[in-house]
Structure formats: structure tokens, C-alpha cells
């Protein structure tokens, strides 16, 4: 990310409405390595290739915000494999982790990973260092620390179903999981903190929230979130839920979140007045039906009503509900683009 991203994210967080509306989009392997050209075992067994996908999509498009910038990822794999998951990996489908609890009464037997030495988690870090220089030559730097949220990371090494049954029927052993993968968490942030002191803020990926009631989430989900973004003292604390968001849209700020991707089926209207005014939002065209989907001329239309949907344009980043996903083209992006120039001139 560029400094200049960087300062025009940090101002709409603080209330300073841009001159022209700001883009910005996460990015990452369901839909750099189609874009690109190559397979995802190609994505991510290359370094090289990473790195090449990553630069052609920032040199290609200099005007977007790209989240999180040169993200080093092995999609859900990433922090499974620390504790030890099978990972599958083939050529064009995304890797998946295996389940490694059969019940959550094992989860006090379940040991906490060191983020230095365990899983995919070192080649992450050593992925980001070895390229450093080449990032830093292209103008950008590293901003965040990632990690996938603690019911993520949960439901990959047992069953979504099963954690979800888990909170109800052993909620004693349910924390037990929770407080080791928090744990291990705050650890893994703080490691990345410490290689690269430009990273100034979190990203928190958890879709898990969306699947749960209030309850719930005030016990399973609000306080193990903010004691990963309370890792270390960033400007920018990034959540991503993009299932159901309106559950966890009035907790955000008391999770410590300032920055919130959420579904498309949730309008800029309805996310604002449940989130409240001080955090900002990141949406929320729909992603697959019409950013993949659409025709260049659909993208610019369902963009031109995205942004004439709500009124007050404070605190927005524009974009998709949830990830780039697979199969967006260059076309639809500028198409994007152009909607958003048109209107704000």
C-alpha cells in the first residue's frame, strides 16, 4: 500500500470526507491467480509468481486501495495449519484444512502454536521478507497484520455445525478452544508487528459472526475479537464478516473495530445506522452477481445506485460486499471506476 493510501484511509476513518470518492477492494487467491493468468498452485507454491500477480494488479490499477496489500496467504490454510490440519491443496479449487477435533470436550488437549516455527506461518512471514525490498521499489509498504477471527479458525478444526451445537451444549469448553486460538492469534499479530514496524493496522477475518445470535456473540465472539485488535496500539482495526453483518454491526466499536467489509445484502443505509457513525464501511456491491457477473454496463449502473443509496458519504471506502471474488474482469473494474469518477464530478 502507498503512503498516500495509507493517509487517504487514516482521513475517511477520521471523519474527512475525500474530494473524490476512494476504491478499495481486498484482494487475495480466489481471485489474483485467474486474474493473472496462472493456476492457484501456482500462486501459492511461487513466490515469484505472488509477487508478480500482486504488482501487475496495483501497477495495472494505481487509483484502487488494494486490502491488505501484498497479502502473504495460503487461504484457509494459513492458520489451521499451525495446530497441526491436513491441508489439501489442487490446482484451480481453493486449499481446504481437515477437521483435527472430533468433540469439543478434546479441546483442552489442543496445543497452542508458536507462530515462528508452526504450519504455513513462517513461509507467510518469510514470504513478506524476502520481498520487501522489491515491495518497498514499487512505492508500497506493509500495513497490516492478518489473521482469520478466532471462530474462523474454530470452525476449521472442528465443524462449523459442530462449534455452533458446542456454544449451546459446552460452553465451558467452547471458551477453553477460544482462549488458545486467541492466544495464538495475538501472538501471530504480534510477530508480524515486530518484522515489519510500518504495519499500523489489523485485519480480522471472521464470517463465523454472522452465523450466530446476539447472545452468542456477546459471549463467543465480542471479547476474543478485541483482544486481538488491543494486539498492539493500530490506527486501522479492519474487520471482515461478510455473511449476515447486521448482528455484529452494533458491537463493532465496543470490539474495537473502525473499519467494517460486510455482505451486499446489507444496504449502506442499514449498516449505518446500526454501526453508527463512527466506523467506516467498506461495501457493498454484490460481488459475485454483479462485479464477476455483470456486464461493464450492469457495474457502472448497480455502481451509480450503490452510491446514490445513502446521503451522508463520510466514512465509506466503495466496494464489493466481502472479497474480490473469482472471475472479475479488468473491464468490470474500470467500469467501477468510471461510475464513481462520473459522480463525483
Not at 490446482?91 to 472430533?102: F, G, K, M, Q, S
Not at 478444526?157 to 469448553?173: F, V
Not at 463512527?278 to 448497480?302: F, H, S
Request: hydrophobic residues 40%; proline residues 6%; aromatic residues 12%.
Amino acid at each position: 500500500m502507498t503512503n498516500i493510501h495509507w493517509q487517504e484511509i487514516l482521513k475517511i476513518i477520521n471523519g474527512e470526507t475525500p474530494s473524490s470518492p476512494l476504491a478499495g477492494f481486498i484482494i487475495d487467491s480466489p481471485w489474483l491467480p485467474g486474474w493473472y493468468g496462472i493456476t492457484g498452485l501456482q500462486y501459492y507454491s511461487s513466490g515469484r509468481h505472488w509477487f508478480n500477480s500482486n504488482l501487475k494488479a496495483i501497477q495495472t490499477f494505481p487509483e484502487i486501495v488494494f486490502l491488505p496489500g501484498f497479502w502473504s496467504e495460503y487461504g484457509m490454510c494459513s492458520e489451521p495449519s499451525a495446530f497441526g490440519a491436513k491441508m489439501v491443496f489442487t490446482e484451480y479449487n481453493l486449499p481446504h484444512a481437515d477437521r483435527i477435533l472430533t468433540d469439543i470436550s478434546e479441546a483442552g488437549s489442543l496445543q497452542e502454536p508458536n507462530p515462528k516455527t508452526d504450519g504455513l506461518l513462517p513461509f507467510i512471514l518469510q514470504r513478506l521478507v524476502d520481498y520487501h525490498p522489491e515491495i518497498q521499489q514499487a512505492g508500497h509498504e506493509i500495513r497490516f497484520a492478518v489473521a482469520r477471527g478466532p471462530l474462523n479458525i474454530a470452525s476449521f478444526l472442528m465443524g462449523t455445525t459442530e462449534l455452533m451445537m458446542a456454544m449451546i451444549m459446552d460452553p465451558e469448553n467452547t471458551h477453553r478452544l477460544l482462549e488458545i486460538i486467541t492466544r495464538f492469534s495475538v501472538n501471530w499479530i504480534q510477530l508480524q508487528k515486530e518484522t515489519f514496524n510500518t504495519i499500523e493496522g489489523i485485519l480480522v477475518l471472521d464470517d463465523i459472526v454472522g452465523f450466530i445470535g446476539e447472545n452468542e456473540l456477546r459471549e463467543f465472539a465480542t471479547p476474543y475479537i478485541k483482544r486481538i485488535f488491543t494486539s498492539f496500539e493500530s490506527k486501522v482495526n479492519f474487520f471482515h464478516n461478510d455473511a449476515q453483518g447486521l448482528i455484529c454491526a452494533p458491537y463493532l466499536y465496543e470490539m474495537g473495530v473502525n473499519l467494517f467489509n460486510f455482505s451486499f445484502e446489507h444496504s449502506l443505509k442499514d449498516m449505518r445506522e446500526l454501526a453508527g457513525t463512527d466506523i467506516t464501511l467498506l461495501g457493498n456491491l454484490p460481488p459475485r452477481d454483479v462485479m464477476a457477473a455483470g456486464t461493464p454496463e450492469q457495474v457502472y449502473e448497480e455502481t451509480r445506485k450503490m452510491y446514490n443509496s445513502i446521503d451522508d458519504k463520510s466514512r465509506i471506502i466503495w466496494s464489493v460486499g466481502g472479497g474480490m471474488p473469482q472471475g472479475v474482469s479488468s473491464e468490470n473494474i474500470r467500469a467501477f471506476l468510471s461510475a464513481l469518477s462520473a459522480l463525483s464530478t
